[in-house]
């Protein structure tokens, strides 16, 4: 079962989630193996990072819709995707061009000469006539102009950037769990607003009660975070903290939103001509969705229904509307 565990510091500007998921991670690798597209053990790594990098974020904003974290480059992993919706469902997805090296790390799958870019969108359930989605974009390397190693650093770029907050995040992923720890520090409310107080910006780095729980995350390693459950990590980093613990959330859970209806549409969009000529040369077509491996298949009866206008077809007709 996947888990989110949400928490905060009391009396301090401090909180904090951890999540695994479990059963969920591996039906997305499982999926993978059997459609016969299984990635590089790096390629596995980073997608279980970004998808419970994605939930961690997604569940911190609460944000109404999709939220679509997306890593892009100039190494051998062209893209790499994790989308989670707002009820914590979540489908990653790469794309390879290249050999990836079993020990590949994040500058030598995405960033070889420097170009890597990471993407973050939020795309409104209900959009607006006119509305676009929400984008921010952060290069993969720091104010200094330093290659980031780790995916984690890249995010919590990010936030500093986009949302002007100290947030630690510590990731990890195998081929049984990906895992996440966030940490981060609240923007200031309430009086310190109204008083024209500090602001988020300028309490970047200062606020001592954060800095210190934040050195408490990163003591975590990789090997704990994949091999402890969340009581003992929460216990042993945050003993001595005023640490309040919510109910954990089970919703986290893979979620491939493909289907046949949504590929036929696809196929009609191609047109006619272009189908035909596939079904001459293979004798069918076969789409495979590249978030769950699931393959579709439409032979020349099931192009021949696609095409055929709905108040033309015979009753009890199979086609896709």
């Given at each position: 079962?996947?888990?989110?565990?949400?928490?905060?510091?009391?009396?301090?500007?401090?909180?904090?989630?951890?999540?695994?998921?479990?059963?969920?991670?591996?039906?997305?690798?499982?999926?993978?193996?059997?459609?016969?597209?299984?990635?590089?053990?790096?390629?596995?790594?980073?997608?279980?990072?970004?998808?419970?990098?994605?939930?961690?974020?997604?569940?911190?904003?609460?944000?109404?819709?999709?939220?679509?974290?997306?890593?892009?480059?100039?190494?051998?992993?062209?893209?790499?995707?994790?989308?989670?919706?707002?009820?914590?469902?979540?489908?990653?997805?790469?794309?390879?061009?290249?050999?990836?090296?079993?020990?590949?790390?994040?500058?030598?799958?995405?960033?070889?000469?420097?170009?890597?870019?990471?993407?973050?969108?939020?795309?409104?359930?209900?959009?607006?006539?006119?509305?676009?989605?929400?984008?921010?974009?952060?290069?993969?390397?720091?104010?200094?102009?330093?290659?980031?190693?780790?995916?984690?650093?890249?995010?919590?770029?990010?936030?500093?950037?986009?949302?002007?907050?100290?947030?630690?995040?510590?990731?990890?992923?195998?081929?049984?769990?990906?895992a996440g720890l966030l940490i981060q520090r609240l923007p200031v409310q309430g009086e310190g607003n109204l008083q024209g107080g500090a602001r988020n910006e300028d309490m970047i780095g200062l606020d001592e009660a954060y800095n210190r729980i934040s050195v408490l995350a990163g003591t975590l390693?990789?090997?704990?975070?994949?091999?402890?459950?969340?009581?003992?990590?929460?216990?042993?980093?945050?003993?001595?903290?005023?640490?309040?613990?919510?109910?954990?959330?089970?919703?986290?859970?893979?979620?491939?939103?493909?289907?046949?209806?949504?590929?036929?549409?696809?196929?009609?969009?191609?047109?006619?001509?272009?189908?035909?000529?596939?079904?001459?040369?293979?004798?069918?077509?076969?789409?495979?969705?590249?978030?769950?491996?699931?393959?579709?298949?439409?032979?020349?009866?099931?192009?021949?229904?696609?095409?055929?206008?709905?108040?033309?077809?015979?009753?009890?007709?199979?086609?896709?509307?």
């Open positions: 079962m996947s888990e989110l565990h949400k928490f905060l510091f009391e009396g301090l500007p401090v909180r904090g989630m951890l999540v695994r998921l479990t059963g969920s991670w591996q039906e997305v690798l499982a999926r993978r193996s059997a459609s016969g597209d299984a990635f590089a053990p790096p390629v596995r790594a980073l997608l279980g990072e970004m998808a419970a990098a994605g939930v961690l974020m997604q569940a911190n904003l609460r944000f109404n819709g999709a939220l679509i974290l997306q890593v892009f480059g100039d190494g051998p992993v062209k893209l790499a995707v994790a989308e989670v919706q707002d009820d914590l469902a979540f489908r990653v997805t790469a794309t390879v061009l290249g050999e990836v090296p079993e020990a590949a790390q994040l500058e030598a799958m995405l960033n070889v000469h420097g170009k890597g870019r990471c993407a973050i969108t939020l795309d409104p359930k209900d959009r607006l006539p006119g509305q676009q989605p929400y984008q921010g974009v952060v290069a993969l390397h720091g104010d200094r102009r330093e290659p980031l190693q780790r995916l984690s650093e890249v995010l919590e770029h990010y936030m500093l950037q986009s949302e002007q907050l100290d947030t630690r995040l510590i990731l990890a992923a195998n081929d049984e769990l990906a390693t990789r090997e704990e975070l994949l091999t402890l459950d969340a009581s003992t990590i929460l216990r042993r980093l945050f003993w001595e903290e005023p640490l309040r613990r919510f109910e954990p959330d089970t919703g986290p859970r893979f979620a491939c939103r493909c289907s046949r209806q949504r590929v036929g549409s696809m196929l009609k969009g191609l047109g006619r001509e272009e189908i035909d000529g596939i079904i001459t040369e293979q004798g069918r077509v076969e789409i495979g969705c590249e978030f769950c491996g699931l393959k579709y298949h439409f032979d020349p009866v099931d192009v021949g229904e696609l095409f055929t206008p709905a108040h033309d077809q015979p009753p009890g007709s199979t086609a896709t509307h």
